[in-house]
């Protein structure tokens, strides 16, 4: 196996199993982990050191340490380490349901972190030492450059920080993903920092391979694992017509001469509101559509092979078994239309706002204002966290955020008079979209959203409490920029813990 | 006079005086005013504007404009206006007592914008149709070409997009000015925007003059007058010890390695803790400093003149009578050393993050996790605006908020439980200062977030408060990454309004 992906001898010699590599990280350590997404994460390394840290726990010794990622990985990595309470501090973003419950009982610290800052605050020597970094590639060419695997994320950054590095080799991702990658080796601290010379989206101004001076290298480990499996779920009713009138909106811009006849390039979350998205783009009239986004699902690529789609730059893939096995059959043909970069390139404000990316991200709640709750669950509780959104919404040139109007089966609105949390301020918010409608606050002053959102995007059983609030607030006596009664502003999110209904 | 000013012959014949320009102005117009910060804005056209309002409505008629300006401006212009409810609607930022009470009643619309999002968002056709543009400048050249004044802020963008361009040309500002601003004319709307080629503060990268066809130019009004009073005032206690902890904290950065020994691109906002780090700077050991900001106050021009500061970049002086005298004349010595940029490059978050700029900005609040509260009073009334704090704070290399830890002779802790507003998430802020010390919570999880800024930041009056309930908030078998009383969060300001004291 070896003799197809490892090529360069002085790398083979570095070959061990995953017990062996792992015992080469120390309590303690600040460790960066590729993967973004579920994908390209180290697959075989995490859970022996699990195994290690079980063990040491069991004879009451500590054994923990930190992990930095590209994004979200899988339960192979943050759920077997969160398992066995192995993670001192997790950052810059997670999604596992272990990690999260463990944050949420304060027995994990996690700083959740704008994915573009991630990199350059890295840098900047903000988190302290990198120690080691645990890589998935694909593979490793005769003069030891490294194959990036399915997503790249930090994997740059990580491998240039840390003091030492651990590759882990999976036989299992695509061959053919060599010559997908765009590692952009321009970066710098300032003063030293120059324009990126990005233009557009299936422009490529980087390298095919991420570097390593091979003494670092202390060991490579092989696998042969899929990806975390995204299951790909067909977009409910909720979905669809959250889609619809987005796409109904973008027609209106396009004939308004606000945006071009085939939009601009896309960002898109993922999930449920998501796919159907990316499902009525696929149904709809834009064409030569391009993408600059974080994540490549499975609508991406069907929209890339009906044509729809002509080019997609990105920082990973997030894809179904069927989906990953069209992309190893199709290779060639995606390679020629798919970049996977770096993040702290797919996510720059200096290149979403030169690009003019449309955003679009779901969210937990917002507020008569304009104001999003990406991140957490009532106030106290993290869900995942902010990921990538901020970077898009704030320098995109549409910043859409998209839920369905109720959660737990209606006992949640997801209109709420104050969120419990802000990520995304009324400064930084364009369109929230529901089933019920979009409510489009460009050029809108704080009141005249209230009314756009309570009217389009509230469900009509919590509308007319909304609305009373809302007159209540503006009757007052208090200040009228921004109308609210602070005793009851957060009295939903109150009442909803209390009574299990808002 | 007319003669020095207006040398071009076509553009003298457009010579008014401002009563028959001001009647050019239809009412319901969208506006585009030059100023920022009190300089550069008009200064007779809208006081004549504002006596037809009056006389309009005194017969029942309608008379009301909606105003775009750069920033704020001045009682001749936003505060006569608004007087008269003369203002439809106000953006992006003001500072006016008289608009702040009537935006507050509920008399005057207002949109509270990143001070980088405007000149693309008006291009974008987002806030409708610019139907006048009132502009301010130093001169006017033989060939037409206009002199910037002591502003630019968006009067490129105004001019280009309005369809009618009233000039005010001050005979009061330095006819020195001229060679002093860098206006770039590269932008554009994406799918056609290019990288903005400045890497340095000092830099030039566009022309010496804004451009305008003269068909456009219905009106040219003579003035002469200084820019709004920007009195300078000695830094107090407070902002001196603010200062003296920042200052330190600068000089532990150089230490650790984490900052250059000349730092980075200074952003300071105005005001009194801003003269006091100004003042500090100047008595301190760092050399050969840079400035990419938004205004130049008194401060800024007597770092120049020590030669402590190197050069400075800006969209706009703010300046005492004495220190605008200063400028008049040494106006060759600081036109060497400073330059001014429409503020769509002054605020680009590109060049932002590029340059690596150090972010300093009051602010009005703080909660225990690190969200920033720059606008609002109690969470409904509007004081003056988000400004480019959110600009320079999220791309900057480092983001600083400051302010003294209680207000109103004690009777409100500006570190509170759940700020009432939020500007900058959590996500955007790493130092916070008051006078009591200095909070870094750059790579610190929410929690060890709130126990820094407790002990570093808050008042002792009402620090044991806080702490109480921090702890309570963590006993409460709710979340424990954001801990939180939902019931209690916002009863700070609560009892302030009902009892005048937090």
Redesign the interface.
């Known amino acids: 196996m070896s003799a197809q992906r490892i090529l360069c001898p002085r790398l083979r010699q570095r070959i061990m199993d995953a017990d062996a590599a792992a015992a080469l990280i120390p309590a303690g350590a600040n460790v960066g982990m590729s993967g973004f997404t579920g994908a390209g994460y180290p697959k075989a390394v995490p859970q022996a050191l699990a195994a290690r840290m079980r063990a040491h726990h069991d004879h009451g010794e500590a054994d923990r340490i930190s992990i930095w990622t590209g994004a979200s990985t899988a339960p192979e990595l943050d759920g077997a380490l969160a398992e066995v309470d192995g993670i001192e ?1 997790r950052l810059p973003y997670q999604s596992d349901p272990v990690c999260r419950q463990k ?4 027995r994990m ?6 994915l573009s ?1 991630v990199a ?2 890295a840098w ?5 030492k990198l120690d080691v970094a645990v890589i998935e590639v694909a593979g490793i060419t005769e003069q030891g450059e490294l194959i990036p695997s399915s997503s790249i994320g930090n994997n740059k950054t990580w491998i240039d920080l840390a003091d030492r590095v651990i590759l882990e080799v999976n036989h299992g991702q695509s061959a053919g993903l060599d010559g997908m990658h765009d590692v952009y080796y321009g970066t710098a ?3 030293h ?5 990005l ?2 989206p299936q422009q490529r101004i980087g390298e095919r391979y991420l570097h390593c001076p091979p003494e670092k290298i202390i060991a490579v480990v092989e696998t042969n694992a899929p990806d975390r499996n995204s299951r790909f779920s067909e977009p409910d009713e909720a979905s669809r017509r959250i889609a619809g009138h987005l796409l109904e909106f973008f027609s209106r811009e396009v004939d ?3 945006l ?1 006849a085939n939009l ?2 896309l960002q898109s979350g993922v999930g449920n509101i998501a796919n159907a998205v990316l499902a009525g783009l696929a149904d709809g009239p834009f064409e030569n559509l391009t993408a600059y986004t974080e994540v490549l699902q499975d609508g991406m690529l069907s929209l890339l092979k009906s044509g729809k789609l002509a080019s997609a730059s990105a920082t990973a893939f997030s894809l179904s078994p069927d989906a990953n096995r069209d992309l190893a059959e199709h290779i060639d043909f995606y390679r020629d239309r798919i970049v996977l970069r770096p993040q702290e390139i797919s996510n720059h ?2 290149v979403i ?4 990316v449309i955003a679009m991200n779901g969210m937990i709640e917002a507020d008569l204002y304009g ?1 999003v709750n990406s991140t ?7 869900m995942n966290g ?1 990921g990538g959104s ?1 970077d898009f919404a ?2 995109g ?1 549409l910043s859409v955020f998209m839920t369905p109007s109720t959660a737990k089966e209606g006992a949640i609105s997801t209109i709420v008079p104050m969120v ?9 918010v ?1 369109i929230v979209v529901t089933e019920q409608g979009l409510a489009d606050l ?4 704080p ?2 959203r209230a009314r756009r959102i309570i009217e389009h995007c509230a469900h009509p059983d919590f509308r007319p409490r909304l609305l009373d609030y809302f007159e209540r ?2 009757a007052s006596g ?7 009664l ?2 009851e ?3 939903w ?2 009442r909803y ?1 209390q009574t299990g209904r808002m």
Chains 1, 2 share one sequence.
């Not at 944050?103 to 304060?106: A, C, H, K, P, V």
């Not at 920092?193 to 010379?197: A, G, K, L, N, W």
């Not at 419990?420 to 930084?428: G, W």
Request: glycine residues 12%; proline residues 11%.
């Open positions: 501090l944050i949420n009982e304060g610290e996690y700083i959740d972190i704008h800052h350059p605050y900047a020597g903000f988190f302290g601290l300032p003063p920092r120059q324009p990126i010379p233009t557009g308004a001469g606000r071009p601009l390039p404000p200096e706002r030169r690009l003019g104001n957490h669950v009532m106030g106290t509780r993290i902010i901020g704030r320098n040139y419990s949390h802000v990520d995304h301020t009324e400064h930084d364009q460009r050029g809108l002053p009141r005249e607030a503006s208090r200040g009228l920029h921004t109308p609210h602070l005793s502003a957060l009295s999110h109150e813990e």
